[in-house]
């Protein structure tokens, strides 16, 4: 089976989940909404705390506003809320996707409650998720070109190392620490198309999201706020769609890496030929299988 395949039928499997158990897809939806209203609500309050400076390079009597450490107090704190909000409710996705393939038959509020046995652990990956975040964009301002690159690849690499630190949480119910360890040996041992299978969420999203660019650029001619509204709506629903597919995806992965049953529509060949083993390493399950906490 060629990557490309099986990465097509692993989204085509991954969405008849999501086509049975639809609750999965409301999760991005209330994170984004509760998200943008922390924002407004912390991004208000930092702009409270600017101060008027003078601003002689742009002429006599100007003023300009600059931050305090109160602006960036209430701007750490805000980024850690926000961080927070998005990882319990990917936990709650993950946790609602994981009960499908258990052979469950998850709930809203099922999948809420199974998250928030696990609040403390997602609330320290995502204070480490965003500590990471802040350091490499630290790093992309101030050190130039060169801090753009180290910082794109370094997001790339903890992307791709902690992808599976939600599903080692959710399913195991170890700590944040533990999880990302657990996730990087998930990779380390079973290195190759996982890689391509993050890849491959990527290319399908924007595959997705080609009909809207072409019926919307088209209707630009006709109203360009008709197609500002709609192109911003289509996006979403894209995106939403591509969380839910993709919580579905790393939990199947995760599930097959470890050991456990995956349900019904995935396969071994094609949970295989996406988490195919390191080459010397063995076998992806033996490889990565160990004790359950």
Request: charged share 10%; net charge positive; glycine share 16%.
């Amino acid at each position: 089976m060629s990557k490309l395949s099986n990465s097509v039928d692993l989204a085509k499997t991954s969405f008849a989940v999501l086509n049975k158990d639809k609750v999965l897809a409301a999760f991005p939806v209330v994170s984004a909404l509760i998200c943008g209203i922390v924002v407004l609500i912390f991004g208000g309050g930092a702009y409270a705390t600017l101060e008027t400076v003078a601003d002689p390079s742009a002429g006599v009597n100007a003023t300009s506003l600059a931050p305090t450490p109160a602006t960036y107090a209430i701007g750490i704190v805000g980024l850690l809320v926000v961080g927070f909000i998005a990882q319990f409710f990917t936990g709650a996705l993950v946790a609602g996707a994981n009960q499908r393939l258990e052979g469950g038959d998850p709930t809203f509020g099922s999948a809420l409650a199974i998250a928030g046995t696990r609040i403390g652990s997602l609330t320290g990956w995502a204070v480490i998720n965003a500590t990471v975040g802040m350091i490499l964009q630290a790093i992309r301002e101030r050190a130039g070109i060169l801090g753009g690159v180290v910082a794109a690849l370094g997001g790339a690499a903890w992307n791709i190392i902690t992808w599976l630190t939600v599903p080692a949480i959710i399913v195991e119910g170890i700590g944040p620490v533990d999880a990302i360890k657990r996730s990087a040996h998930l990779l380390k041992t079973t290195w190759g198309e996982n890689v391509i299978a993050q890849i491959g969420l990527g290319a399908l999203s924007l595959v997705l999201m080609l009909p809207g660019l072409i019926v919307f650029g088209v209707l630009w001619l006709v109203s360009p706020v008709i197609t500002i509204v709609g192109f911003v709506l289509w996006a979403a629903v894209v995106g939403v769609v591509m969380a839910a597919l993709g919580a579905i995806y790393r939990v199947a992965l995760y599930r097959y890496a470890v050991g456990l049953p995956t349900g019904g529509g995935f396969s071994e060949e094609m949970l295989a030929g996406a988490f195919g083993p390191k080459k010397g390493k063995g076998g992806a399950v033996g490889g990565a299988s160990g004790t359950f906490n």
